[in-house]
């Protein structure tokens, strides 16, 4: 096989397979952020062509959106029975199948269908889960790192593919922009296919950074039935005051980040004279400095106490959030806030993840992860509802910002209240 003979390779030159994986799922999550992001390019050429309203496209996105992190505790109990390459080609089949069809759908509720289910439980099938497995399954040293490294695709993606697939789709349309999609997931899943494993011991190895001295633990067994793994997990996480801890400030991380700033910063700009395509771009610097604030927050995160890490991190967000309606809304002002938010903006995954391992065993880390991200995605809910609400009733989205700082600064103040005691909570409870 590629893999067991490009594990011995790399082994004889000290380089460890867990970057192979991490390289592979970098990949895999890169383009799968791009089809996440892909359909905000092409409401208005779909509005054009079949004149579909912008709620009914609205809705499709928003169906998506709900179903990628309710997916997520079940896609961790889907890759413990079923294995990581398994399931994350399983996944990218239902996304390019679904894709595939769009090409030719002509009615709304196949857009639903299409854009809305499939393409949210596809993508939900991995979502951060899939790295969060990873880096618990093939890392002892340097997890946060590539905790980093991985969820930093997520901005890499949208990076990379929206102004690419804008361009196509003003020059040439949006059904070849969506086969290029397509292309590439297919060049993902011949990466996965060929050296994707699910464990170190697969390729002969033990996890990075593990010295050989303690048993490793026993994975679940193969057939653990899927909703009673999640299930039982949220049972028996949700005694630990960790677990509620780590759930509120990642509900709070989801309202202040998806929820608010994604959906309605540019139109909050608007509100104040700045052009479409300048907080467009405001966005888009927000993903650079994204990209390496997470990583520098998963290397962080294997050095330092991860706890006063999550209470910098959410500090400053809500400092930052306060801060943006005093800036006039002018260039200067908002590039700094451009600065210090995107460097926040999803830093408080690799602690998050590195905290739910020690509190919760290495195996059922992903599971338990899988709520702790459930909460995150209705954190983002609420505040999307609410600041439109915000901006209905009391014509200003202003208000939604101050309570999300004010937010921040309360996770900031709990994410100090979890146990320093790592024992993990889960370690001898059965799945």
Not at 287 to 294: Q, S
Not at 362 to 382: D, K, M, P, Y
């Amino acid at each position: 096989m590629i893999s067991n003979w490009l594990a011995g390779s790399l082994a004889r030159r000290n380089i460890h397979y867990g970057w192979v994986m991490v390289g592979v799922t970098f990949l895999a999550a890169l383009i799968s952020a791009g089809t996440v992001g892909a359909p905000g390019v092409f409401i208005v050429p779909l509005q054009h062509e079949f004149g579909w309203t912008t709620a009914e496209i609205s809705s499709a996105l928003s169906v998506r959106f709900i179903l990628f992190g309710l997916m997520a505790p079940f896609a961790a109990a889907l890759l413990n029975r079923y294995g990581l390459r398994n399931v994350t080609l399983a996944a990218q089949l239902i996304v390019v199948s679904a894709l595939l069809a769009s090409l030719a759908m002509t009615k709304v509720w196949q857009l639903m269908l299409l854009w809305g289910v499939l393409i949210g439980i596809g993508t939900g099938m991995t979502a951060l889960v899939l790295g969060a497995t990873i880096a618990t399954r093939w890392f002892v040293a340097r997890r946060g790192l590539a905790v980093g490294i991985l969820t930093a695709s997520v901005a890499t993606g949208q990076l990379l593919f929206l102004p690419l697939l804008a361009s196509l789709t003003e020059r040439l349309g949006w059904r070849i922009a969506l086969a290029l999609v397509c292309a590439a997931l297919g060049v993902a899943a011949l990466a996965v296919l060929l050296l994707m494993r699910d464990r170190p011991s697969d390729v002969g190895l033990r996890p990075f950074g593990d010295d050989g001295k303690a048993p490793l633990p026993a994975p679940p067994p193969a057939n653990a039935p899927i909703v009673a793994a999640a299930l039982g997990t949220l049972r028996d996480a949700s005694k630990s005051p960790s677990f509620w801890i780590l759930f509120a400030t990642f509900f709070i991380c989801g309202a202040s980040t998806n929820g608010l700033v994604q959906v309605h910063l540019i139109p909050m700009c608007l509100d104040f004279g700045i052009p479409q395509v300048q907080a467009a771009s405001l966005l888009a610097a927000m993903g650079i400095f994204d990209f390496f604030g997470t990583i520098v927050s998963g290397w962080l995160s294997d050095r330092y106490d991860n706890r006063w890490l999550l209470f910098w991190y959410y500090g400053l967000r809500g400092l930052s959030l306060l801060f943006l309606p005093f800036t006039d809304f002018s260039f200067y002002g908002l590039s700094l806030f451009a600065m210090f938010y995107g460097l926040d903006w999803i830093a408080t995954v690799p602690p998050t993840v590195r905290l739910t391992a020690q509190r919760f065993g290495a195996e059922r880390a992903n599971l338990v992860f899988g709520w702790i991200f459930a909460g995150h995605q209705l954190g983002a809910g609420t505040a999307a509802f609410g600041a439109g609400l915000s901006r209905t009733v009391l014509a200003s989205y202003l208000p939604a910002f101050f309570i999300a700082g004010a937010l921040c600064l309360v996770a900031a103040l709990i994410a100090l209240a979890i146990s320093r005691q790592p024992k993990p909570a889960l370690a001898t409870s059965a799945p």
